[in-house]
């Protein structure tokens, strides 16, 4: 209840198009939805993330208690370069996604994380206060975070992910070895060569 038309619609079971062709579910429009969102349409999506999708996804990440204990110290020396590569890692995210996800200044996609990598939740909220000085020196602003880590799901949290790595490789593009070879002046003029050559 409560939850925006537009995330109901981009959260939904693959959808038909007006052809009756069956649709991918428009995971691009989701990620982009999400980041640009106010945080409690960000928490609508993420508590409701569950009961919208029909196959929700669920990986087993077990995350060694060592890569959290690097992310926590990274943290609390208010190094967010470091923490991102750390999380990098510890999500199997791009460095793009990871960086997206330490910087943001509202918090949620830190609260997926955590909840994905199974981070308990006394580290989380000293990650919270030194990561982000924007989060950290709002005593409200953890507060709402710690409700929202308490209420989402495991399940939830790892198909967001999904979907995030998801939109990540489709956004990736790979240029061929030989891209553009055919350009004027890399390869010899066969009637030039065939000229001197008779010359």
Do not use: C
């Not at 038909?16 to 939805?33: A, F, K, V």
């Not at 609390?76 to 923490?83: A, C, I, K, Q, V």
């Not at 750390?86 to 995210?93: M, N, Q, T």
């Not at 460095?95 to 199974?118: C, M, Q, S, Y």
Request: hydrophobic fraction near 40%.
């Amino acid at each position: 209840p409560g939850t925006p038309a537009a995330v109901l619609e981009r959260l939904a079971s693959p959808n038909t198009g007006n052809n009756g062709i069956r649709l991918e579910p428009s995971q691009n429009d989701l990620t982009s939805l999400f980041f640009s969102a106010p945080a409690e349409e960000r928490r609508l999506i993420l508590v409701n993330l569950d009961v919208a999708a029909s196959k929700p996804v669920r990986r087993i990440m077990p995350v060694a208690s060592e890569l959290i204990r690097r992310l926590e110290n990274a943290a609390l020396n208010r190094n967010p370069g470091e923490f991102s590569r750390i999380l990098e890692r510890a999500l199997g995210v791009d460095r793009d996604l990871a960086e997206k996800i330490t910087a943001d200044e509202n918090g949620e996609p830190i609260i997926v994380a955590a909840r994905a990598i199974g981070m308990k939740l006394d580290v989380l909220q000293r990650i919270l206060l030194f990561l982000n000085p924007v989060i950290g020196q709002s005593a409200r602003q953890i507060y709402k975070l710690t409700r929202l880590f308490e209420e989402l799901s495991a399940e939830s949290a790892e198909y967001m992910l999904t979907i995030w790595r998801t939109t990540a490789r489709r956004r990736s593009v790979h240029a061929p070895v030989y891209w553009n070879d055919e350009r004027p002046g890399l390869r010899p003029n066969p009637k030039s060569t065939s000229r001197h050559a008779i010359e």
